[in-house]
């Protein structure tokens, strides 16, 4: 149960990580403005 909590947790991180990547290009370009 541990280690299923773990590797969960650790796909979530990833997708917070792809998120940020993602977006924080689009939100630089929109501070220029």
Known sequence: M???VGVISNEING????ILI?????LN?????
């Open 22 to 26: 993602n977006f924080l290009p689009r």
């Open 15 to 18: 997708l917070g990580e792809k």
């Open 29 to 33: 370009f929109l501070t220029l403005f």
């Open 2 to 4: 541990v280690a299923l």
